[in-house]
């Protein structure tokens, strides 16, 4: 074969790759299915499966530069032996995210994330793992039955309408802070292009920094200028490892690596409380109950050198860490998530312990949204984290056998009857996760 065929192959395959991206949710399977095709034909690239796991993948459909199809071609490549989808008040991505799945053979899991009110509970008024706001805390619905996947997008739309009236307010205070650079963002026309909304996608304050952050380099360019005006002007710190994102011209993250920097140090300029968008968390874990959903609380903890590099050092829920999960635990919650990347082993050896006293599940998956991070968590190749990928599993054989009825969820009365501790009912659930799991790669021949 010569250069110039190697070259239009190659070429058709970018192009494929690229066009996970497409605005059809057609064509974006269709492309993968092409991809597979090629990688049986011996033209692509195979990728061993491995045995790393990651629940917590944020699509379009919240924010994130993939698309569901994408995101799972992502963690094809990075060797993901299963993917879990994560939207922000969103299912909207589920089932294409599934399907893509079965096309590359591997396990998925079905998730959405949101914030509740705490304040009905011991936590009011405290900052618990939301870095914006007091009284309102970030819950997970993990391994979500898809014969249910309507009736939570049916309980999270008025919620995600309410967000988006926040939304215009807040977009109109960004407006009032970058006034003197003669920078005005429009709602409709700058921002809700950016995200999913017309298909039930969320828009995000990531979405109105992302806008922001692509009028900010269309008007200084990338380079000192820009970084000149967050300090001179806005008064935003940047510190020195974003100073070099920023610096470099010819960085293809650009707006991404902006964005970063005006979360971590803009948000509280412009942030407006959110109430009307979030329900109660008694409500909320009520309805994960009710669908047979595993409602999972996000420990975040104390940030000090953060780990991952873009967050200031905060205080979070380590303080009161025994009340916490006593509240969590008496409001009704399944689990607890977690990401080993992100905490010390300090925190995370205490986070572990206090799931055990209260006999909560342990989750974990590595957060998603950005085209530098990496789909795998390599802390979770600990040997001590076994467990974490033994509930993934669990996870995926809850959401099959729920997906049949919900009276077969893990945690269903049904369940908790048959299989009196919780490691023997992960254990049970985890047996049918990897048959599918085997299946799967077997069915799509790669």
């Not at 494929?16 to 990688?39: F, G, K, M, Q, Y």
């Not at 999270?156 to 939304?167: A, G, K, L, Q």
Request: charged share 25%; net charge neutral; hydrophobic share 35%.
């Amino acid at each position: 074969m010569n250069n110039s065929t190697n070259g239009m192959i190659e070429e058709y395959q970018s192009q494929l790759v690229e066009n996970l991206n497409a605005p059809e949710l057609v064509s974006r399977l269709s492309n993968l299915e092409n991809i597979v095709r090629e990688i049986r034909e011996g033209r692509m690239k195979k990728v061993p499966g491995g045995s790393d796991v990651n629940n917590h993948i944020h699509t379009k459909y919240s924010f994130s530069p993939y698309s569901p199809s994408k995101a799972v071609w992502m963690a094809y490549n990075a060797g993901l032996s299963t993917a879990g989808i994560m939207d922000h008040d969103s299912v909207g991505g589920v089932r294409e995210f599934t399907e893509a799945g079965a096309i590359m053979g591997i396990a998925t899991t079905a998730g959405m994330e949101c914030r509740v009110k705490m304040d009905a509970t011991e936590l009011r008024g405290r900052r618990i793992n939301n870095p914006d706001q007091k009284s309102v805390a970030y819950m997970a619905f993990h391994g979500i039955p898809h014969i249910k996947i309507d009736d939570v997008e049916n309980f999270i739309r008025p919620y995600r309408s309410e967000r988006n009236r926040r939304n215009r307010l807040m977009t109109s205070r960004i407006n009032g802070i970058v006034k003197n650079a003669g920078i005005a963002l429009d709602f409709d026309k700058d921002i809700v292009p950016l995200s999913m909304h017309r298909e039930n996608g969320s828009i995000t304050e990531r979405h109105l920094l992302y806008a922001l952050s692509v009028r900010l380099t269309e008007k200084f360019g990338k380079g000192p200028a820009l970084a000149a005006y967050l300090s001179d002007s806005l008064g935003i710190e940047i510190v020195p490892k974003a100073r070099a994102y920023l610096s470099d011209r010819d960085n293809p993250f650009y707006e991404y690596d902006l964005l970063g920097a005006l979360k971590s140090r803009m948000t509280a300029m412009f942030y407006i409380d959110a109430d009307a968008e979030c329900p109660d968390v008694s409500e909320a874990v009520r309805f994960a109950r009710e669908t047979g959903a595993i409602s999972a609380y996000a420990y975040l903890g104390d940030v000090t050198d953060s780990v991952t590099g873009d967050k200031k050092a905060e205080k979070f829920e380590d303080d009161y860490l025994e009340l916490l999960f006593r509240v969590i635990k008496k409001v009704g919650f399944n689990a607890v998530t977690y990401m080993p990347s992100r905490n010390t082993p300090e925190q995370l050896e205490r986070v572990r312990r206090l799931c055990v006293i209260h006999d909560l599940m342990q989750i974990s998956g590595e957060d998603i949204n950005s085209p530098r991070q990496k789909f795998i968590c390599e802390a979770l190749r600990n040997d001590m984290f076994a467990n974490l990928k033994e509930s993934t599993y669990a996870l995926i054989g809850h959401e099959s056998e729920a997906g049949v009825s919900i009276a077969k969820a893990m945690f269903s009365p049904d369940a908790a009857a048959k299989h009196h501790s919780l490691d023997d009912r992960t254990g049970y659930y985890a047996e049918i996760g990897r048959a599918i799991r085997l299946r799967r790669q077997k069915d799509a021949g790669i």
